[in-house]
T-cell receptor, first 113, second 115 residues
Framework: DQQVKQNSPSLSVQEGRISILNCDYT??????FLWYKKYPAEGPTFLIS?????DKNEDGRFTVFLNKSAKHLSLHIVPSQPGDSAVYFC????????????FGKGITLSVRP | NAGVTQTPKFQVLKTGQSMTLQCAQD?????MYWYRQDPGMGLRLIYY???????DKGEVPNGYNVSRLNKREFSLRLESAAPSQTSVYFC??????????????FGQGTRLTVV
C-alpha cells in the first residue's frame, strides 16, 4: 500500500508561471512532510518542509501548503525557472515506528523557456 | 565536510555475484537509510538504522542485508545479485528520525547493473 502518492507523473509549465505539484498521503500518523528535488545522476536534495502544526511554509520562490483534513499537500513554485526542471519527490514521516522517511513516486517538472 | 559518501559510484555485476555498497556520513547523524530508485517507482526504502546497533527492514528488503558498522557507516550487501536488483541505490542520513523532525541528507548514489 502506497502511503505517499504523487499521482501525476509529469508537469510542464512556461517559464515565469506558477508550478503546482501535488501530493497525497494516507497514514494519519505522519506529522512532517518534505519536498526533495533531484537532477539526473545526482542524489536528492532537500527543498522545503512543513510540520503538521502549520498549514503553510514559505522559502523564497517555494511554498508548501498542507491540508491535514484532506491529507494533501502541494508545492508551489513562483515564478518557475528553467533550472527548476527536475524530478520532485514528496516525503513524509512521523515519530517512533513511523519515523522512517516514506517517499512518493516523484513528479518530473519541465519548465519551458 | 563531505556529508554522505557512497562507494562505488558505478558497478556491473554478473548474476550470482556478491558485493557490498558502502556509505559513510560525517554529520554525527543517528539515523541512516538505504533506498533504491527505479523508473516509475520513486524511492523505496530497503533497510534503515534508527541508531547505532539497530537495523530494520523497509519496504523492499528481500535479497539484501545491512550492517551498521558504527555511527558513521551503514553498508548494504547483495549476497547473490539478480537482474531485478539493477537500480540506483541511495544512502541517506538524518539527525535522529525517531525523535526529531528533520530532513535527510543523501549521497550521490551507486548505479548498479546486474547482467
Amino acid at each position: 500500500d502506497q502511503q505517499v502518492k504523487q499521482n501525476s507523473p509529469s508537469l510542464s509549465v512556461q517559464e515565469g508561471r506558477i508550478s503546482i505539484l501535488n501530493c497525497d498521503y494516507t497514514n494519519s500518523m505522519f506529522d512532517y512532510f518534505l519536498w526533495y528535488k533531484k537532477y539526473p545522476a545526482e542524489g536528492p536534495t532537500f527543498l522545503i518542509s512543513i510540520s503538521s502544526i502549520k498549514d503553510k511554509n514559505e522559502d523564497g520562490r517555494f511554498t508548501v501548503f498542507l491540508n491535514k483534513s484532506a491529507k494533501h499537500l502541494s508545492l508551489h513554485i513562483v515564478p518557475s525557472q528553467p533550472g527548476d526542471s527536475a524530478v520532485y519527490f514528496c516525503a513524509a514521516s512521523g515519530h517512533g515506528a513511523n519515523s522512517k522517511l516514506t517517499f512518493g513516486k516523484g513528479i518530473t517538472l519541465s519548465v519551458r523557456p | 565536510n563531505a556529508g554522505v559518501t557512497q562507494t562505488p559510484k558505478f558497478q556491473v555485476l554478473k548474476t550470482g555475484q556478491s558485493m557490498t555498497l558502502q556509505c559513510a556520513q560525517d554529520m554525527n547523524h543517528n539515523s541512516m537509510y538505504w533506498y533504491r530508485q527505479d523508473p516509475g517507482m520513486g524511492l523505496r526504502l530497503i533497510y534503515y538504522s534508527a541508531s547505532e546497533g539497530t537495523t530494520d527492514k523497509g519496504e523492499v528488503p528481500n535479497g539484501y542485508n545491512v550492517s551498521r558498522l558504527n555511527k558513521r557507516e551503514f553498508s548494504l550487501r547483495l549476497e547473490s545479485a539478480a537482474p531485478s536488483q539493477t537500480s540506483v541505490y541511495f544512502c541517506a542520513s538524518r539527525i535522529d528520525g525517531a525523535a526529531m523532525n528533520t530532513e535527510a541528507f543523501f549521497g550521490q548514489g551507486t548505479r548498479l547493473t546486474v547482467v
